[in-house]
């Protein structure tokens, strides 16, 4: 029922910056769990961060460090901070959310490239 819509991507030289939201259609009080997963070319979708209602996050090995996931209750959005990017960060990015953890959005292209 909740539409989840990524925006933000684009093309970054290495250690460049880039910040992605992610905004849903209603509120978002009730997602528990939101999340950022990405997908390399020829590779599985893969947990990049999550951010808890509250505002906890966890986030992968790659990333820790890097990457910051926030959230705001009040504009229905979570956002994701990428600093220092790599070019094996090069993937569409996912939001992930929903009252069951189980809506996706379409993704947005992040290509880091020299």
């Known amino acids: 029922q909740v539409q989840l819509v990524e925006s933000g991507g684009g093309l970054v030289q290495p250690g460049e910056s880039l910040r992605l939201s992610c905004t849903a259609s209603?509120?978002?009080?009730?997602?528990?769990?939101m999340g950022w997963f990405r997908q390399a070319p020829g590779k599985e979708r893969e947990l990049v961060a999550i951010v808890f209602k509250g505002g906890s996050t966890n986030y992968a090995d790659s990333v820790k460090g890097r990457f910051t996931a926030s959230r705001d209750d009040a504009k229905n959005t979570i956002a994701l901070q990428m600093n220092s990017l790599k070019p094996e960060d090069t993937a569409v990015y996912y939001c992930r959310g929903g009252r069951f953890y189980n809506i996706w959005g379409r993704g947005t292209q992040v290509t880091v490239s020299s």
């Open positions: 209603g509120s978002i009080t009730s997602h528990y769990t």
